[in-house]
Structure formats: C-alpha cells, structure tokens
C-alpha cells in the first residue's frame, strides 16, 4: 500500500480510542518527535545512574582488596602463618634477631669483673709486674671472643629449623596477635604499643639462653625476662591505621559483594550491556595498577619512615613485603580478571579487529570440524545441537568458569589465567564439533540438492 499524507489513525492508549478522531500529518510527526525525545530522555538517565554505580564501584574495588585481605589475616589462622612464616627464614630477619639477642647476652656477662679476678690472682700469685699489666689489657679481647661464641650460638638457633618451628608454632598457636594488633589490645606475641607495632620473642629467647647455659655459659641464664621485643613498625598515624583496619574488618565481608553488585547493577542499568562491561573492566584494571602503584610508594614510606637503628633497611623490606604479598597478589589476580574481561567483551562486540579475530576463529573451526567429519567423526544430533545452540554453550562454559574461580580458594594470577585458557580450549572443541555435524550434514544433503 503506497503511504499517504492525509490524517491517519490517533496512537493507541492515547485516550482517542472510538472517539473517531484522526491526527494530521503535523500532530503524528510532533508524536513521533516526543517520543524519540522521551526515549533519548530515558537513555540518558539510563547512563547517568550507570555512571554513578559504576563510580561507586570503583572506588569500592581497592578497599575490597583490602578489607579481604585483612578479614583473611583475622579469621583464618593457615593463612596468617603462612604469611609471616617466610620471616623466619629471612637472612635480614635472621640477622637482627641474633644481633639483638647477642647484644643482650654479652651485656649480661661482667667482663671487666673477670680481668680485675684475673689480676687480682696474678697479683696474689706473685706473678712479675709485666705479666700483671698485661691482664688488665684482656677486657677487650676477652669481650671480644665472649660475643664471636654467643653469636654462633645463637646464629646456630636462629638459622636452624628449631627456630623455624618456634616460629610457626608460637604464630600459630597465638594467631589471636594478629586480632591484638588491629584492636590496640595488648594480649598475643604481636601487639601495638603507643605509636608501634612489636614482636615478642619470648620463646625463641627461652631457646636460646638454655643453649648458652649448656654450652658453659652460666651467665646467660640472668638474661632478664623483660625487653624481649622487636620493633617492627612505627608510625605516628598508627592510631588512624587501627581504626581504620577496624572498620576493614568488619566490612570484609559486605564490602567485597557491594562491589561487585554495585558493578553488576552499571552493567546491567545501561543500554548497552557489552559497552558497560567493556568500561567497568577497564576501570577495575586501572583502579587495580593504581592501588599497585600506591602499595610501592607506600613501602618506600615506611622504609623511610622507619630508624635504621630501630630496624635495618633490609630487614625492614623483607617484612613490608612479606607482609603485604597476599594483598599485592590479590590485586594483581583482579587485574588480570579485568584484562580478561575487557578482552572478552571487546571481541564479542562490532569492532574491525573483534571480527577479524571471529572470522578467523570461525574459519579455523570449520575447517577442523570439515577434517574431522571427513575422517569419520559423526557428532550427529549432538553437534547439530551445539551449533543450533550456541549462545547457550558459550554462556554455560563461560559461567562454568566463573563459578571455578568463585569456589577456588584465594585464585592466583596463573589460577586465573589457567581457567580462561580452559574456557577457551572448550569453546574451541565445542565449535569443531558443531562444525563437524554441520559438515557431515552438507556432506550427506549436498549431491541430493544438486540439479
């Protein structure tokens, strides 16, 4: 039927319906206008709370890393040992700890008292007055070898497995520290004291005094029971860090899926869903290389923050980063989710390189899916299925995946990267064989259909 310029029929649901009145060619076009601007209205406010969620989220992402983090120290003891576990078998670590503990065991040990003995005696014994002289010179080389055999000593202890397994097992038993230092409570080995974080190593002191008492040295059992900590951390905004790991913990939980709802919510709010994923995950990844950034110059604080006399640099690194190396691969596992997504969502869309990329997966199945049926591979309905469904497969394999990750136990970078390669290995073989039945099809049908 060819269009007409007269009056046409009143839009349905306008309140006209049986009135018999018809719009002019002018009042349809002012409708049609309305309308494209009520719904050009409606998308914007589509975008505009999109673009609000997606905000919230990514400024929730980071201290989703970190309120995970923290709960994971507090309430799970397996991982709390293993984090402070590798400490004991650091070199630097090792090394400040013998050199405190020598320090303390050579302060106990009068050495001045034991040359003016020996002098006295040698005077009594009526040795010559040169012989006399040159015992009183012995206090230096007799301090001397009394802290080469104390450090060795305790060197011994320290770098043995006996220390190690102090170590883990006092961290283990008193995993309630980790809960003292976040609190300001002052129970555990590990405990906040004013505007510092210290270590009591109260065992591994019990340890060795009894190894210098039996060695010979009966002096080493008044090494005093008191000042028998390590600084680890100082910093004058300790306080504000305790209330604030505080509020962390009590948000690891809620924090973590506000986020991701609140990301799900952008994606989900806005008119185009792919687009939106594209943009959140690219925003998760740079949220994700900035909190990286911001945990190295947050290290370079604190070991400028920190006094080498308190704590040599060395050693001061080694328990930043061992410390912190769970939350760093936690957010390097993140970064690489977001990478993956924002790949994902770019070859599903329109673009000149994400139909490159199709084609040339689309040719590459079909042509294996054509081997395969003409080397007598039949997939039969199962094949026909796959390609008649292949939405479904796709979003199943890829939920699969996703559920994967979910139920892993702290995913690392490479889990990651493991299970999207998997993901993709399926839909390769899922694709061939769709692509096999569709080949043994036109192979059956073809000659028939031929004139």
Request: charged share 20%.
């Amino acid at each position: 039927m060819a269009p007409t310029d007269g009056p046409v029929p009143s839009p349905p649901g306008e309140g006209n319906e049986g009135s018999g009145r018809f719009l002019s060619t002018e009042e349809d076009a002012e409708y049609e206008r309305l309308r494209r601007n009520a719904g050009v209205r409606h998308r914007r406010l589509r975008y505009s709370g999109a673009g609000v969620l997606l905000v919230l989220a990514l400024l929730l992402a980071p201290l989703s890393v970190v309120a995970t983090w923290v709960d994971d120290q507090v309430s799970d003891t397996g991982r709390y040992v293993q984090t402070v576990a590798p400490l004991a078998s650091d070199p630097a670590v090792q090394d400040v700890v013998t050199d405190r503990l020598t320090d303390r065991v050579v302060a106990q040990v009068d050495v001045e008292a034991v040359t003016d003995a020996l002098t006295r005696t040698l005077a009594d014994a009526g040795a010559p007055p040169r012989v006399v002289e040159a015992s009183e010179s012995l206090a230096g080389p007799l301090r001397s070898a009394v802290r080469d055999v104390v450090d060795r000593t305790i060197s011994r202890v320290v770098t043995s497995d006996v220390f190690a397994q102090v170590w883990e097992g006092a961290n283990t038993r008193a995993h309630a520290a980790v809960v003292s230092m976040l609190t300001g409570e002052r129970e555990g080995a590990l405990r906040a004291e004013g505007d510092t974080v210290q270590l009591d190593l109260g065992q591994v002191v019990d340890e060795v005094r009894q190894r210098l008492v039996d060695a010979g040295f009966d002096k080493a059992a008044a090494i005093p029971d008191t000042d028998r900590t390590i600084t680890l951390f100082q910093a004058e905004e300790l306080g504000k860090a305790k209330d604030a790991m505080r509020l962390l913990d009590t948000m690891g939980t809620w924090l973590p899926v506000l986020t991701v709802a609140l990301a799900a919510l952008a994606v989900w709010t806005a008119p185009r869903h792919r687009r939106m994923l594209l943009v959140t995950a690219v925003g998760v990844g740079v949220m994700m290389i900035v909190f990286l950034v911001a945990l190295a110059l947050l290290r370079r604080v604190y070991l400028d923050a920190v006094p080498s006399a308190t704590l040599p640099p060395d050693a001061a690194a080694a328990i930043y980063d061992t410390f912190v190396r769970f939350l760093r691969d936690s957010t390097r596992t993140l970064l690489v989710v977001a990478v993956i997504t924002a790949l994902a969502a770019y070859l599903y869309g329109p673009g000149r390189g994400a139909r490159a990329v199709r084609n040339l997966a689309r040719r590459g199945t079909s042509a294996a899916g054509r081997g395969l049926s003409r080397a007598g591979l039949r997939t039969g309905s199962a094949g026909l299925a796959l390609a008649e469904h292949r939405s479904w497969t796709t979003g199943i394999v890829i939920g699969a995946g996703v559920l994967a990750l979910v139920l892993w136990n702290h995913p690392t970078a490479g889990a990651v990267a493991l299970v999207a390669g998997l993901v993709v290995v399926v839909l390769i073989v899922l694709e061939t064989l769709a692509a096999a039945a569709l080949g043994a099809d036109t192979t059956r049908t073809g000659p028939a259909a031929a004139p």
